[in-house]
C-alpha cells in the first residue's frame, strides 16, 4: 500500500524558511513524478513543483526562485526547501506522488507566515 507522510510544518515569519518532508511507504523512484501542492484557506488546490523520476524538476511560478524540490537518492523522501517565505504562501501543503496512472496524496502539513 502507498503512502505518503508529510511533515515540517509549522509557523515562521515573513522572510524566513522552511523544509518540508514527505516520506514514501515505497521506493520514490518508483513514481513517474512527485509533487508539492498547496490549499490556501478558501482557495482551490494548486501546484507548487514537482520532480520527475528522472530528477526533472519544475516550479509554479509564484514560488519559483524561492522554493526548491529535492530528493535523498538513498531515502525514501521528497523534500521542498521554502525560502524567503511571505505571507501569501501560507497553506496546507500536499505531497503527490503518480505511479502507474494513479495519483497518491500525504495527509497535509500546515505552514502559517505572519507578516
Known amino acids: 500500500q502507498v503512502q505518503l507522510v508529510e511533515s515540517g510544518g509549522g509557523l515562521v515569519q515573513a522572510g524566513g524558511s522552511l523544509r518540508l518532508s514527505c516520506a514514501a511507504s515505497?521506493?520514490?523512484?518508483?513514481?513517474?513524478?512527485m509533487g508539492w501542492y498547496r490549499q490556501a484557506p478558501g482557495k482551490q488546490r494548486e501546484w507548487v513543483a514537482i520532480?520527475?523520476?528522472?530528477?526533472?524538476?519544475n516550479y509554479a511560478d509564484s514560488v519559483k526562485g524561492r522554493f526548491t524540490i529535492s530528493r535523498d537518492n538513498a531515502k525514501t523522501t521528497v523534500y521542498l526547501q521554502m525560502s524567503s517565505l511571505k505571507p501569501e504562501d501560507t497553506a496546507v501543503y500536499y505531497c503527490?506522488?503518480?505511479?502507474?496512472?494513479?495519483?497518491?496524496w500525504g495527509q497535509g502539513t500546515r505552514v502559517t507566515v505572519s507578516s
Open positions: 515505497v521506493s520514490i523512484f518508483s513514481f513517474d513524478v
Open positions: 503527490e506522488g503518480t505511479k502507474w496512472g494513479s495519483d497518491y
Open positions: 520532480i520527475t523520476s528522472g530528477g526533472a524538476t
